[in-house]
């Protein structure tokens, strides 16, 4: 989507090694999201970002980082993979905590 | 109880009828509500946000909110086979800045 740029968009990993996923905005959003997506789960929210260095934990934080250094960038570090961390990664942004959100093109990453 | 709860589905309708897709939320604080449709393999899109009780309407869509009971549905009218998708509910918990999805409903528009 215009605006928001998520990277690697696939990455096949090993148990065990370290992983981060960038999410990239143009945008000037104070928030940003991440969050992970499996079948019968739905989205569900990892981490969250409200401005710079402000972060806060989701739903489903066990097993993950996040830092944002600058408003434009908000990483997501697996620090030991599993494979139970096999999922699609979207990021998304908004200017303000009630406006919509919207999405990047997400990331799918294999934990083998 | 999850925050908010969707129906899984997959539910299915008739070409040209009404798809009903309902979410209920325990926040009873929350103050704003959204409706994103995703393709297989794409990003969800939003379609409607609502944030006062009543109907919300655009297009073939309407959006309905109840803040006393604490649901909020979607209506399409005239339904179409593009219109064939997983439907997601969010909610914005307004004592912090989380915005939770419910799981999702699939709906399918059988031709």
């Known amino acids: 989507d215009a605006g928001i740029t998520q990277s690697p968009r696939h990455k096949v990993t090993e148990t065990g090694t370290p992983v981060t996923l960038r999410c990239h905005q143009t945008e000037n959003h104070r928030y940003m999201y991440w969050y992970r997506q499996d079948p019968g789960h739905g989205l569900r929210l990892i981490h969250y970002s409200y401005g710079v260095k402000d972060t806060d934990k989701g739903e489903v934080s066990d097993g993950y980082s996040v830092s944002r250094s600058k408003t434009e960038d908000f990483l997501l570090t697996l620090e030991s993979a599993t494979s139970s961390q096999t999922s699609v990664y979207f990021c998304a942004i908004t200017w303000d905590k009630n406006s919509p959100l919207h999405f990047g093109n997400g990331t799918r990453l294999t934990v083998t | 109880q999850k925050e908010v709860e969707q129906n899984s589905g997959p539910l299915s309708v008739p070409e040209g009828a009404i798809a009903s897709l309902n979410c209920t939320y325990s926040?009873?604080?929350?103050?704003?509500f959204f409706w994103y449709r995703q393709y297989s393999g794409k990003s969800p899109e939003l379609i409607m946000s609502i944030y006062s009780n009543g109907d919300k309407e655009d297009g073939r869509f309407t959006a309905q909110l109840n803040k006393a009971s604490q649901y909020v549905s979607l209506l399409i009218r005239d339904s179409q086979p593009s219109d064939s998708a997983t439907y997601l509910c969010a909610v914005n918990l307004n004592r912090d800045d989380k915005i939770i999805f419910g799981k999702g409903t699939r709906l399918h528009i059988l031709p």
């Open positions: 926040d009873r604080v929350s103050q704003s």
